[in-house]
C-alpha cells in the first residue's frame, strides 16, 4: 500500500522535470518549428495562446479555463473566416475556394506571409442575451483593434492614430522601439449578420493603414452574408497581414538566441540529430521576417 504513493511521487517528480525542460526550451520549439513553417507555406495563421487565454478569462468570464475552453474560442475564429460568404457585392453565390481567395486577398509577396485573427464581438452566452450590436460600432471598435494592435475589445489602446503621412521616414523604427502603431500590409474584413449592406468600411479604406508599396484599393478587401454565425446578431472578423506579431517573435528569437550562445540544452537536439546549423538557419529566416515586417 506504501509503494503506490512512491511510485506516484516519482512519476510526478519526473514529469515536473520533463516539463520544466520543456518549458525551458520553449523558445527553441518555435524559432525550429516556425521557421520550418515559414519555408514549407504559403501563409500562417497565427493564434497566440496567451490572447486566447485573456479571451477566455476576460470576455467569456470563463473562471477554470481548459483545452476546451481554448479549442472553443479558436474554432469560433477559424468559422468566422471559413464559413460560407458571397462571392461578390450583390451575389448570392458563395465562394467556392475561400483558401485561395484569402491567399490572393492577403499575400501579394511571398516574404509576407504572417495572418492574424480578430474577432468581435465574443463574449460569454450569458452577457450576448442582453447586448445589441450596431455596425458603426463593431466595425469602429474593430479599426481600433487593428491600427492599436489588440487582441480583443477590451482593454484597446483608444490614444494609437494612425500617422499623418504614407511615405518612409529616415531613421525607420528599430526592434527595440516599441511599436505602437500597426502597419498593415492587407487586410481582409467579413461581416456577418443583418444589414451586412448597410455597413460603412470607409475607415479600413485609410491609405494611412498600409505600406507604401501597395495601393489601398488592393490592400483592403470584405467578404459578406446576411447569415447570422454563433448566435450574433451582427459580428466581424478581420484577417490582417500586419506588424502584429513583431514584437512577440522578436522577443522569443531574442530569447533563444541568448540561450543558444551559451550552447544551453542544444545537446537535447543534436542528439536527434538536429544540428547547430539548423538554429543558425532559423535564426537567420525569423530574424530577416522580423526586420522586413519591421520596416514597412
Not at 29 to 45: G, P, Q, V
Request: with cysteine.
Amino acid at each position: 500500500m506504501e509503494i503506490w504513493p512512491a511510485f506516484m511521487l516519482l512519476s510526478k517528480t519526473r514529469f515536473r522535470k520533463q516539463l520544466g525542460i520543456w518549458i525551458i526550451v520553449q523558445n527553441y520549439n518555435s524559432i525550429l518549428t516556425l521557421s520550418h513553417l515559414y519555408r514549407s507555406s504559403d501563409a500562417l495563421l497565427v493564434h497566440e495562446n496567451d490572447a486566447v487565454h485573456k479571451i477566455c478569462a476576460k470576455l467569456m468570464n470563463i473562471k477554470q479555463i481548459s483545452f476546451s475552453d481554448i479549442n472553443q474560442v479558436l474554432a469560433h475564429q477559424l468559422g468566422s473566416v471559413f464559413q460560407p460568404t458571397y462571392s461578390a457585392e450583390g451575389s448570392f453565390h458563395y465562394r467556392r475556394n475561400p483558401l485561395g481567395d484569402l491567399m490572393e486577398n492577403l499575400v501579394p509577396h511571398p516574404e509576407f506571409k504572417m495572418l492574424g485573427v480578430r474577432n468581435i464581438p465574443q463574449m460569454s452566452e450569458n452577457s450576448l442575451a442582453y447586448s445589441t450590436f450596431t455596425w458603426a460600432g463593431l466595425l469602429k471598435h474593430l479599426r481600433q483593434m487593428l491600427i492599436s494592435n489588440a487582441k480583443m475589445e477590451e482593454g484597446i489602446d483608444w490614444q494609437v492614430r494612425p500617422p499623418v503621412s504614407r511615405l518612409p521616414t529616415l531613421g525607420k523604427m528599430s526592434l527595440n522601439k516599441e511599436l505602437h502603431f500597426n502597419t498593415s500590409i492587407a487586410n481582409l474584413l467579413i461581416l456577418r449578420g443583418k444589414d451586412v449592406h448597410s455597413a460603412d468600411l470607409g475607415g479600413f479604406k485609410d491609405p494611412a493603414l498600409y505600406t507604401s508599396w501597395l495601393e489601398p484599393v488592393n490592400a483592403f478587401n470584405v467578404w459578406k452574408t446576411q447569415r447570422s454565425f454563433n448566435k450574433y446578431e451582427k459580428s466581424a472578423a478581420l484577417v490582417t497581414n500586419s506588424q502584429f506579431l513583431v514584437k512577440p517573435l522578436d522577443k522569443i528569437v531574442g530569447k533563444a538566441w541568448n540561450m543558444f550562445a551559451s550552447k544551453a540544452y542544444v545537446h537535447q537536439y543534436t542528439k536527434f540529430g538536429i544540428e547547430e546549423e539548423d538554429f543558425l538557419d532559423s535564426f537567420t529566416l525569423l530574424e530577416q521576417v522580423v526586420a522586413s515586417y519591421c520596416n514597412l
